[in-house]
């Protein structure tokens, strides 16, 4: 059984630095591309990043991009989204998503729970 | 970079009524269209890929079709477990993962 467990998210004030991780099991993580997707309270799904199979291409939403890093710990079977320079705006749940294939242009099999992110003074 | 839109934003029905809901692409994406559902305080849940097939476990009064830039997700009669915002994503084009906006499925 596939499953993706986030941690990591807390209450960070603005400018401040989070990494979020997520720990697969059931799968390996170089089987298949993943991505962390955000949702803002009370608003809709937004793509943040996605690392592909190989582990050697990234995306990132332009929101995001020169922000937040996507990597992964082979070893721990884990994935992390690096986040610097926080803003109100990241505030959101962050969540791990398992994508069905390798390339990254994919839909989202697994999805985790969730993380919250919070930036605020 | 790709827009999708969808509609109607709520979308107001009875149970055991049908509901149709619409994805519209501003580019083509060929097939390469999800549905997620998704009910609060829960992660969304894959319910359609590829355009029209039915994720494993997607009861069959879930129905969807479409090709390049128009799409529709039908539930053919509302079950309270229903009740719930549903997303479209396409991935084909750049960005990878774009959602629309969601429409919020309510009991009228």
């Known amino acids: 059984e596939v499953q993706l467990v986030e941690s990591g998210g807390d209450l960070v004030q603005p400018g401040g630095s989070l990494r979020l991780s997520c720990a697969a099991s059931?799968?390996?993580?170089?089987?298949?591309?993943m991505s962390w997707v955000r949702q803002a309270p009370r608003k809709g799904l937004e793509w943040v990043s996605t690392?592909?199979?190989?582990?050697?291409?990234?995306y990132y939403a332009d929101s995001v991009k020169g922000r937040f890093t996507i990597s992964r710990d082979n070893s721990k079977n884990t994935l992390y989204l690096q986040i610097d320079s926080l803003r109100a705006e990241d505030t959101a749940t962050y969540f791990c998503?398992?994508?069905?294939?390798?390339?990254?242009?994919?839909?989202?099999?697994?999805w985790g729970q969730g993380t919250l992110v919070t930036v605020s003074s | 970079e790709i827009v999708m839109t969808q509609s109607p934003a709520t979308l107001s029905v009875s149970p055991g009524e049908r509901a149709t809901l619409s994805c519209r692409a501003s580019?083509?994406?060929?097939?390469?269209l999800a549905w997620y559902q998704q009910k609060p305080g829960q992660a969304p849940r894959l319910l359609i890929y590829g355009g029209s097939t039915r994720a494993t476990g997607i009861p069959a009064r879930f129905s969807a079709s479409g090709y390049g830039t128009e799409f529709s997700l039908t539930i053919s009669s509302l079950q309270p477990e229903d009740f719930a915002v549903y997303y479209c994503?396409?991935?084909?084009?750049?960005?990878?993962?774009?959602f629309g906006q969601g429409t919020k499925v309510e009991i009228k």
């Open positions: 998503a398992r994508l069905s294939g390798g390339s990254g242009f994919d839909y989202v099999n697994d």
């Open positions: 994503q396409q991935y084909n084009n750049w960005p990878p993962g774009q």
């Open positions: 580019q083509s994406v060929g097939s390469k």
């Open positions: 690392l592909s199979d190989s582990g050697t291409t990234t």
């Open positions: 059931g799968f390996t993580l170089r089987s298949c591309a």
